[in-house]
């Protein structure tokens, strides 16, 4: 095996870590609601929104992992090194927010890791300012249509169930939350294995080993759907206690709207290719729901702590992949 093949394989298995990683670190996106809620257990819950995070498969495309594949720098500069950069950048992110309990963005930090490393190589003209603004634009957009969503969500269940017995109403939507827990883990694997994809597919095009036009090959799809799956199963507890507990008190009938909120947010931006933030919508849809019953009943502070992550996760990653690039480009072409 020569050098240039041991290296791309390294930098997949660094690629395929990211993915473990998210997983792992935004397993509370999916699990946080229906655990805070006592409707699963979390050794239960974790298994089935791995379960879930797996067969978005057989229901999205590839339209995020073209986006983070071509739409972020421009492929042509793509390098061992400028990969390297960035991976590192977000995986090096996703450590230190995971192990403070910060339920930041594993997408931004990819974007950011990448702009920083691309920028790092060729300049600010390997910039693809159509992507990179989609994507911008989504860290507004995705926790914003959560909040309404769930907060509509709520208003319509409880003017539906408003004379219902209190118990039978717990007990449907304790049912209901499962399947609004499945959509969630649904579109969370949906959206975010599809950055690893684009990840893998632009490497091995800076290769030329996928011909002259980008493509994202069946073995990368599914070899990734099923990383981000075994990262969920192994859980990220710290974030999980701060999605499903720090921000707002959740009742089943809440966790219901907040996951079907946030479900619908991301159907919608996988669809069309945005590489949306799945913890930025779901704590919008918290947020919502909390909101709805009282302003006082969300914890405000822990809040903005969350949103100024948010902010801070793009610049801080593009400083890190800037790096981390320089670093490789000692060794890496």
């Not at 395929?16 to 006592?38: C, E, K, P, Q």
């Not at 989609?134 to 709520?154: D, E, H, N, Q």
């Not at 801070?312 to 000692?330: E, H, K, N, Q």
């Amino acid at each position: 095996m020569d050098a240039a093949l041991i290296i791309l394989v390294l930098l997949i298995g660094v690629a395929l870590a990211f993915d473990f990683m998210n997983g792992l670190h935004d397993a509370a996106n999916s699990i946080a609601t229906v655990v805070a809620t006592r409707v699963l257990s979390p050794p239960l819950a974790v298994l089935w929104a791995a379960g879930f995070n797996f067969a978005a498969f057989f229901v999205f495309g590839v339209a995020v992992a073209n986006t983070i594949g071509k739409g972020i720098i421009s492929p042509d500069i793509i390098s061992d090194a400028v990969i390297f950069g960035a991976l590192m950048a977000a995986i090096g992110w996703n450590v230190i927010t995971w192990l403070r309990g910060i339920p930041s963005s594993s997408s931004h930090a990819l974007v950011g890791g990448l702009l920083g490393a691309g920028v790092a190589k060729a300049g600010l003209g390997v910039i693809q300012v159509p992507g990179v603004s989609k994507t911008v634009f989504a860290i507004f957009l995705s926790p914003t249509v959560g909040f309404i969503l769930a907060l509509v969500l709520v208003l319509i269940v409880s003017w539906v169930f408003m004379k219902a017995n209190p118990a039978l109403a717990d007990r449907i939507f304790r049912r209901l939350q499962l399947v609004s827990a499945a959509a969630y883990s649904l579109g969370h694997g949906g959206n975010d294995a599809q950055k690893t994809m684009g990840i893998i597919a632009v490497l091995l095009y800076s290769r030329g080993l996928l011909g002259a036009e980008f493509h994202v090959p069946f073995w990368v799809v599914i070899t990734c759907y099923l990383t981000i799956a075994m990262g969920t199963l192994c859980g990220g507890w710290r974030i999980v206690h701060t999605m499903g507990s720090k921000i707002t008190r959740l009742s089943p009938q809440q966790g219901f709207c907040a996951e079907t909120g946030g479900a619908i947010t991301l159907f919608i931006a996988t669809h069309f290719g945005v590489p949306v933030s799945t913890t930025h919508t779901i704590t919008g849809s918290i947020i919502g729901v909390g909101a709805a019953r009282r302003a006082s009943a969300v914890r405000w502070n822990v809040a903005r702590g969350i949103v100024l992550a948010w902010f801070v996760t793009i610049p801080a990653c593009a400083a890190m992949g800037a790096g981390f690039y320089w670093l490789g480009s000692l060794f890496l072409t």
